[in-house]
């Protein structure tokens, strides 16, 4: 079933996701060679609480940490530990937050110290193919002109867009209806409407689409051992443009 979100309910999730940026300002500001992820987890869940919210991950069917640091060749879901950074690292970072009963959630990836010219091509074609999925999210369009967005840039550039994990629908749930993938054909699926919210969420690798979880049940890699970036907006449908949550109008 979709919800649709009144003017009222999308002025909260826009504070909610306001609070999920801010936090991620400050993971980002924070990375550094020898930086241990654990810190980057405490941290998450210290600057959430100071702004009136509750990490939405940690303790979701079992996920054992505030926020997902997934770093190089991991997609999603890693777990933050005694792991430590070094330069060159490419570091996705994904969070999530409760706030006045409704989620926010966004991800971004980012380098520790600069990133080499295969990285920076990589962080700047996911970023891109996410604004192209936003900009579809108008109404009357359908999910997967969204999904087809993503996809044509994304392999355009010889990337590869993964398929076993995907977008979704936010409100009073952290996982809703519709999925919204990053793949597929344009016109199918749901209509979108307004009051429709979507984390639109593409996750590009350099190499294989395939991907594999280790023995912790949680951390999702890439099959070849290539790099991964993913880019994240919670985003609602209106009847103008679209509005990327806690940042305004894309």
């Known amino acids: 079933m979709i919800h649709l979100k009144s003017a009222q309910e999308i002025r909260i999730m826009d504070r909610a996701n306001r609070i999920v940026l801010e936090v991620l300002d400050a993971l980002e500001a924070a990375l550094a060679p020898g930086l241990p992820l654990r810190e980057l ?3 998450a869940a210290a600057l959430c ?3 009136g919210g509750r ?3 940690k303790g979701y069917h079992g996920y054992p940490a505030s926020v997902c640091v997934s770093v190089n060749d991991e997609v999603v879901h890693g777990i933050p530990a005694d792991r430590r950074l070094a330069t060159g690292d490419l570091v996705s970072l994904d969070f999530g937050v409760l706030y006045e009963g409704y989620y926010g959630d966004a991800a ?6 600069e990133p080499d010219a295969d990285a920076r091509r990589l962080l700047a074609v996911t970023r891109e193919s996410l604004l192209r999925g936003i900009a579809q999210a108008r109404p009357g369009n359908r999910v997967s002109d969204i ?6 840039w994304v392999e355009a550039h010889g990337f590869s867009v993964v398929r076993d994990y995907v977008g979704h629908g936010i409100g009073r749930a952290l ?3 519709p999925q919204v993938p990053n793949f ?3 016109g199918r699926g749901q209509r979108l409407q307004p009051g429709m919210v979507l984390a639109i969420e593409p996750m590009v690798n350099e190499g294989t689409a395939d991907v594999s979880v280790d023995g912790d049940g949680w951390t999702v890699r890439t099959a070849d051992g290539r790099r991964s970036a993913h880019f994240e907006y919670s985003v609602a449908v209106t009847p103008a443009d679209p509005l990327v949550l806690g940042v305004g109008a894309a």
């Open 41 to 43: 987890d405490r941290m």
């Open 49 to 51: 609480a100071e702004r």
């Open 55 to 57: 990490p939405a991950f």
């Open 108 to 113: 971004r990836t980012c380098c520790v110290g």
């Open 147 to 152: 999904s087809h967005a993503v996809q044509s």
């Open 175 to 177: 996982h809703e209806e």
């Open 184 to 186: 597929g054909e344009p």
